[in-house]
Structures are given as C-alpha cells and as structure tokens.
C-alpha cells in the first residue's frame, strides 16, 4: 500500500497524520530557537551543562508521566486526550515568551519539562490509535513508514525554517506560531470519527463479570487469560495513584510473558542508553563545527560568521530530517514481505545505527558530520519502523496504550541517565570519546538482540 493509497482512503487517519505535521513543525521551529536561546543565556563557559539540562527537561517528563499516560489512554477516550493535550500544549509553549522576556534558563526548562509532560499523554495516545485506524500488517507499515518519514521531514523542513524565520521575524515570532500548531492539530484530531480504541470498556465489564461467576463458582480468576480481573470493589479500595501504577505494572507483565516483546524491549533500552550521548551531544557537536566552519570561511558568508552556533546546529538537525525523509522508502522496502523477518531486519539496523554513531564521533568538519548523521538516520528508519509494527503485531488493543507507554518509559529513563552522565564526562573527556562509546553501546545491543532471538527459537 503507498501513502497516496493509505491517505486517500483512510480519512481519520489522515487526519492524525495532519496534526501531527502541523504539531511537529511547530516543535523544530520551536528547537531551534531554544536551544539558541539556552546557548545565549548560558555563555561559552556553561553550554555544555545548560544543554544537557534543557535535554533532561525535555525527556524525563516522559518517563515520569508515562506510566499514568499508558493507563490514562487504556481507560478513557484517547480522541479526547491528545484533544486536550493539544490545547493544553498551545498554552504551555507561550512559556518560551515569558523565558525570552525574563532571560531565565530556569524558566526554560521549566516551560519545555511542562510541554513534554503533556506530550507523554499524547504521544501514548496517538501510538495506541493507529493500529485501531487501519487494517492489515501491509497498511500498518505503511501507516508506521509514513509516521516516521513524517516525522523526519518535519525535523528538516522545521529546522529550516526555524533558522529562517529566527533571524527574519525573532525568537518570539517562532514561539507565537509553535503555539498556534497545537491549535491547528487539536482541531484535526477533533475531526476523526472512527473509534480509536476497540471496545475495551465492554470487555472489561464482561471480564470482571465473568471473574466474579468463576469465583463463586470456586474456579478462581487465574482461569482468566490475560491481564489480572480487577473487580470494582478491589479498584475502589486502591487510590488513584496506586490504582495507575497496579494496572502499568499489569502492562508489563504482559510484556514479560511474551519473549519477542521482552527482547524488544531489552534491545530498545540498550539503544536509548547508547542514543541518550546522542542527544547530549549532537547540538554541542553543531554548535563547534559551526564555529570551525564559520573560522574557514571567514567573511565571506558574514550572516553565518554572526551566528555559527544557530548555523551549525541546524544544519546538523536538517541533516537528521533529511536522513529520515530519505530513509523512509527504504524502511518499507525492506520491512515488506514475510512478517517473520521484521525481527531480523530489526537487529540489523539498530547495529547499524550503533556503527554511524561511531563513525559519526571521528568527523572533523561539519560537513562530513552531516553526511554521516543522513545516512544514520536512513538506517534509523528502518530500525525504527520495524520494531514498532514488531511490537503492534504482538500487543492486543486491550493494552496498547500500557504497553506503548512503558516502552517510551524505559527507552526515556536510559536516555535520561545516559544524557546526565555523558554530560559530565564530555567535560572531562571531551564530546568525541563519549559519542563513541554511545555508538558501542548500540552496537551490542543490536548483537543482543540477535542471541536473545536465537535462545528464544531454541526454547521453541
């Protein structure tokens, strides 16, 4: 199935697919300036820090609010949440005009850890729905290539004009319009009419039913299949709070109970603790290429010299959007054919990807950075594609939204953790060693894969 096909066909789906361009644009238009803005704040002796804080405030939210996230869309409308979380994050993006006017990097990172706090909601509920708005294995990696293609052009074209319209109309400008994209994806997600989530509530009340006959009957619930049944008079014992955190835990041992998920998840830990260097140091990286390239031109390209930091960091995250774009077809090429083989293609390219990020921390000059950064995130798509429609084959409805929302949770706590270390010894080392140790780090996670694959087709 091609876009065109999956677009004209699937109205509701194209209307998510909508708010998630309008939403993803404003988000890189809104990357740019900030991160411009922290490096401004912070001076050439803090940079460092103050962007991998800003990194921080941006990822641990996710892994904060994901759990609550996972059973929030599993229980209610997720139509509804990411409605309101869309709103919610057009009044929380004006944060970055209050940092702006107050130079306050306390107030940025206060702005974007709100922002990301919402969006774990958003993103938990967007994932779960998708597999609810198309049909077939065929559609659904057409539906997660696109997803993914989008996003990377996104990154491009927002970059881009991010840096564009920064220095043409100002900071506040681009914060105003990022604000005004949540708006405009609310109002396209307000349009889907098909459901997108199964009947969940009717299955619940009938499972709880069922579980009550067995236990008077003297058979129990552990007959049940599934999830544990949880009886209203058990739920209405337990606070809120807990009552999340029961039924997240209950998310992952459906994981548990399925190898192929659990190796899924292993590996996608691995890659978040060896790609959370990455993003630690992909904008240092921009940021001193950009100097170095800016020193070789000299006054040739004055509008560059003035800002080599802004430049250098956007062409590192167009590079990142280009690659994905470009990766995109070849995601769906070699994810096409016998569903069976999407888990091998899976450890391929996250080895890959490991391999590009090593390679990546040995360039000496931002373009040849760049090149190396679009042909990562070619690989990336592929990686990424298929362990997605991997993990959305195996999850029944019932617990998308669970098992989604853990997956971000974990691959975000690596993330997290390996951005605040890498922080620290990158000012110790430098940024090269630790990006390289990132890319190793991938790299044995991908080989990981394969040996908990390989035991698990032994064990059957």
């Not at 990822?59 to 997720?78: Q, Y």
């Not at 548990?256 to 790609?275: K, Q, T, Y």
């Amino acid at each position: 199935m091609t876009y065109r096909e999956l677009l004209s066909s699937n109205a509701d789906f194209r209307r998510l697919w909508a708010g998630q361009v309008v939403s993803e644009v404003g988000d890189w238009l809104n990357n740019i300036a900030v991160h411009a803005l922290v490096i401004q704040l912070a001076g050439a002796s803090g940079v460092g820090l103050a962007v991998a804080l800003y990194a921080i405030a941006r990822h641990l939210p996710l892994f904060l609010f994901g759990p609550v996230a996972g059973v929030v869309v599993d229980r209610v409308s997720r139509r509804r949440v990411m409605i309101a979380a869309d709103i919610t994050r057009a009044g929380l993006a004006l944060g970055f005009l209050l940092a702006a006017r107050l130079s306050s990097l306390a107030v940025i990172y206060a702005a974007g850890a709100a922002l990301f706090s919402v969006s774990a909601f958003f993103n938990a509920a967007k994932r779960a729905s998708i597999p609810n708005l198309v049909e077939g294995t065929d559609a659904l990696l057409a539906a997660n290539s696109l997803s993914a293609s989008t996003t990377a052009a996104t990154i491009a074209v927002g970059s881009a004009l991010g840096g564009v319209i920064s220095t043409a109309a100002g900071r506040d400008t681009v914060f105003a319009l990022n604000a005004l994209t949540f708006v405009a994806s609310a109002e396209m997600i307000r349009r889907i009419r098909k459901a997108v989530s199964s009947k969940q509530r009717a299955e619940e009340r009938k499972r709880c039913e069922v579980g009550v006959e067995r236990r008077e009957a003297g058979r129990g619930q552990d007959e049940l299949p599934g999830l544990e049944v949880q009886t209203p008079e058990v739920t209405a014992r337990r606070s809120p709070l807990n009552a999340y955190f029961s039924e997240f835990r209950e998310g992952l041992r459906y994981v548990r109970r399925d190898r192929v998920l659990s190796a899924v998840f292993v590996a996608a830990a691995g890659w978040g603790l060896g790609n959370g260097a990455a993003r630690a140091l992909y904008s240092i990286f921009g940021a001193r290429l950009g100097e170095q390239a800016a020193a070789g031109w000299g006054a040739g390209l004055r509008a560059v010299t003035e800002r080599p930091t802004d430049f250098g960091i956007s062409v590192l995250f167009v590079a990142m959007g280009l690659g994905g774009v470009l990766g995109a077809p070849l995601a769906r090429r070699f994810n096409r054919g016998a569903p069976g083989d999407l888990g091998a293609r899976m450890g391929r390219s996250l080895t890959l990807d490991g391999a590009g990020l090593l390679l990546f921390s040995f360039m000496p000059n931002l373009l040849g950075a760049a090149l190396v950064l679009i042909a990562r995130e070619m690989n990336f798509a592929i990686w990424w594609t298929a362990q997605q429609t991997l993990v959305m084959r195996r999850t029944e409805d019932r617990v998308a939204g669970r098992v989604f929302a853990s997956f971000e949770t974990l691959t975000t706590l690596m993330m997290v953790g390996s951005i605040l270390v890498s922080g620290e010894v990158a000012d110790r080392l430098g940024i090269r060693p630790v990006a390289a140790g990132g890319g190793s780090v991938v790299i044995l996670s991908g080989l990981l894969w394969f040996i908990l694959r390989r035991r698990d087709e032994k064990r059957r």
